[in-house]
């Protein structure tokens, strides 16, 4: 088997194989697709009012500190929002290490969203959307939705940064369920 054929096998076994949890397929499948992450993000906050316009894979963020945060997505919305969105693997993880990564991306975020120009009157938002394979903060829920709070519970920014974890593993045992479900109906 030649070279070339022998890296066509494994790309087609990579395609065949591949997931949505797979960094790799997640970012190939939404670099510039903007209306597939529109769907994505509009599915997993429940909000049809979100209109993607633009929609980059591997993109990069200054953190403010001379830092660079790359995002598996970062997206734009009509109104000037930015969406980062992460697939992350949670083995090897505590809570606490992914709340504060978390945290940090938010952060990076809501910096970036600052420098658009921000004013008392505007609408832009800084929404982190993290998904997990398994349900590493104890929630029990399929998305957990956080707001920006400072220590004493005081909301800083009027709901304008969103910190929101999609726990793939939930939908992964729904999907079990359902054929579980059918086949037990089928008997």
């Known amino acids: 088997m030649s ?10 076994h990579f395609m065949e194989t591949c997931t949505l949890s797979d960094k790799a397929a997640f970012v190939i499948g939404f670099d510039n697709n903007p209306s597939g992450v529109e769907f ?18 591997l993109e990069r963020l200054n953190d403010g500190n001379g830092g660079i945060i790359i995002f598996d997505i970062l ?5 000037g929002s930015l969406i980062g969105i992460e697939m992350q693997k949670t083995r090897g993880l505590t809570a606490a ?9 938010l952060s990076v975020l809501k910096i970036n969203v600052m420098k658009m120009g921000v004013d008392i009157f505007t609408t832009r938002k800084a929404i982190a959307l993290f998904f997990v ?11 957990s939705t956080y707001m920006w709070r400072e220590d004493d519970g005081i909301l800083l920014d009027e709901g304008r940064s969103m910190l929101v974890v999609a726990n793939i593993d939930y939908f992964r045992d729904l999907e079990k369920n359902k054929a579980a479900n059918r086949e037990e109906c089928e008997t």
């Open 133 to 143: 394979d398994s349900d590493i903060l104890k929630t029990g829920k399929p998305v």
């Open 97 to 105: 290490e992914l709340g504060r990564k978390m945290q940090h991306y």
């Open 40 to 57: 994505l993000v509009r599915t997993v906050l429940s909000q049809n009012d979100i209109s993607i316009i633009s929609a980059r894979g």
């Open 75 to 79: 997206a734009e919305t009509d109104d």
């Open 3 to 12: 070279k070339v054929d022998q890296m066509r096998e494994e790309i087609m």
